[in-house]
T-cell receptor
Framework: QKEVEQDPGPLSVPEGAIVSLNCTYSNSAFQYFMWYRQYSRKGPELLMYTYSSGNKEDGRFTAQVDKSSKYISLFIRDSQPSDSATYLCAMSAGGGGSNYKLTFGKGTLLTVNP | GAVVSQHPSRVICKSGTSVKIECRSLDFQATTMFWYRQFPKQSLMLMATSNEGSKATYEQGVEKDKFLINHASLTLSTLTVTSAHPEDSSFYIC?????????????FGPGTRLTVL
């Protein structure tokens, strides 16, 4: 079992739809969770950052972490064509040593159709 | 804030030549930078962690003599692909930790696409 599992999609939705992206993980030591957006041939851009379990909202984006289920989600409301990109989840255990390293999911390719 | 740049954005070279890629933190000082490689439709694979003033830490399976990393200042890390071969063609991305920012958060550069003929 991989440390982080993410459905690669592709996922295609109409403009205005609510998008749900998610990742599961196996390492119970992970406590910092991030979502990155990567446009084609560009570097990843940090979208959301969450520590431990809970919800975080930023505009049209909501990140949820359920550590008991080892499951994280990113919701995009009122999706726009400009949201079309690959979304990568990333997580780390934090602290010293090698725990600062990020473990990434494979990424989900999202297309929002006008 | 937290802007990371890379140069060049794209490079094409002949097999056997060496290529240097620069990674700069533009508006902050980065004691730690990271180098990743990304193949098409794949996720990011960490190659090495670069610490200012000390030797880089390479991930298992990454040849340190082939991928030379130098982190000479708090705003610049370089990756040199020595004696490049076609199988080294990939998208190379660097990132940096923002001091005082959320723990373990990395800010990425725009990437460098390397094509070895």
């Amino acid at each position: 079992q991989k440390e982080v599992e993410q459905d690669p999609g592709p996922l295609s939705v109409p403009e205005g739809a609510i998008v749900s992206l998610n990742c599961t993980y196996s390492n119970s030591a992970f406590q910092y969770f991030m979502w990155y957006r990567q446009y084609s041939r560009k570097g990843p851009e940090l979208l959301m950052y969450t520590y431990s379990s809970g919800n975080k909202e930023d505009g049209r984006f909501t990140a949820q972490v359920d550590k008991s289920s080892k499951y994280i989600s990113l919701f995009i409301r009122d999706s726009q064509p400009s949201d079309s990109a690959t979304y990568l989840c990333a997580m780390s255990a934090g602290g010293g040593g090698s725990n600062y390293k990020l473990t990434f999911g494979k990424g989900t390719l999202l297309t929002v159709n006008p | 804030g937290a802007v990371v740049s890379q140069h060049p954005s794209r490079v094409i070279c002949k097999s056997g030549t060496s290529v240097k890629i620069e990674c700069r933190s533009l508006d902050f000082q980065a004691t730690t930078m990271f180098w990743y490689r990304q193949f098409p439709k794949q996720s990011l694979m960490l190659m090495a962690t670069s610490n200012e003033g000390s030797k880089a830490t390479y991930e298992q399976g990454v040849e340190k003599d082939k991928f030379l990393i130098n982190h000479a200042s708090l705003t610049l890390s370089t990756l040199t692909v020595t004696s490049a071969h076609p199988e080294d063609s990939s998208f190379y991305i660097c990132s940096a930790n923002l001091p005082g920012g959320p723990p373990d958060t990395q800010y990425f550069g725009p990437g460098t696409r390397l094509t070895v003929l």
